[in-house]
Each structure stands twice: as C-alpha cells, then as structure tokens.
C-alpha cells in the first residue's frame, strides 16, 4: 500500500510504514532501522543531527550533519550504516519530514528500503521517539552541536541505549 505526502518539497510514492510488517512477522524480519533529526537552536547554526536506532537491540548511531538538506542528511545516513551487512540494515522508517525525501537513493545505493510512518502518527516510530528524548538529556535543544566531538556522540549513543535495557551496545 502507498501513500501520497505533498508539501514544500513534492514526494514521490512512499510506502507507509503502517503496512510493514505485524508483531509475528518482526521476529523474523529483523534489524529495522528508525530514523530521525534532531535540531538544535538556530543561533548556534544549522548543523544537526540525525538519530538512528536499531528496533531489537536499540543499536543506536549520531550522525552531525552540516545542514537540514536531504542529500547531506541522506549521505550521512548511508555513510553510518553502509558497513553493517546487508540483513543488519533491512529497513529504516521516517517520519515525512523534507529532509527525507531522497530516500530513493538509500534504496539504489546501499538497498536499504525505507519505509515512512503515516502523517500524525509517532507511534508508528516509537523506539526513535524515546532515544530522541533520552539522547535530548546529553544534548539538549540550547547546546552548540558543532562543538561536540564524534567521541562525545558515540558516549551518548550509549548511554541513550543503556538507559533503555541496561545493557551497553557495541559501538
């Protein structure tokens, strides 16, 4: 099933995360991707960071990138998870924002399919929700991203993930 979403930017045909798997068939499809931005003041520039985490193990990974424009956010992304093996980096679902749009290039690239969660629907996307929000301890909205180091990102990333399970994943 696909879904349409216009705006700034004109999508092409997405497919809504809403028809990916159900709970049964998760067990055996596994290593899903979720992904996010996280954006911090603008006073500080317009450099960000992408938040990705891995749904089963909550494997989660800090890419900066330089600006909100898809094909550096899109670059990052496949540069982060291009040297897992391919079954460890299946799919990865988005919400709709812009900087997502060239998700047709993590496909023929790399051959991850993405997937998108239905407008106004974050619990399709919930694991990313709360490591956004327990990352967001470390590195909150008034922090100079462009300051931290990748060393600092790769701490937090798994502090976020022992918060969640108690366990620390390897990074």
Known sequence: MSAFCSGPTTWRTVVSSGTRCTAGDCEVICREWEGDLMLFKQSHGQSNVTSL??????????????????KPVMGKIMKAVHDLPHLARRSITFDRG?????????????????WFCDPS??????????????????????????????????VICGRAARYTNGSVPII
Request: hydrophobic residues 30%; glycine residues 2%.
């Open 53 to 70: 985490v891995e749904r089963v193990s909550l494997f989660t990974l800090l890419p900066k990138n330089p600006n909100k424009r898809t």
């Open 98 to 114: 812009t900087e997502f749009v060239s998700w047709p290039h993590l496909q023929a690239e790399i051959g991850t399919q993405a």
């Open 121 to 154: 629907s974050p619990w399709q996307n919930g694991t990313i929700e709360n490591t956004y929000r327990r990352a967001r301890r470390w590195l909150p909205r008034k922090r100079d991203i462009t300051a931290v180091s990748d060393h600092e990102l790769k």
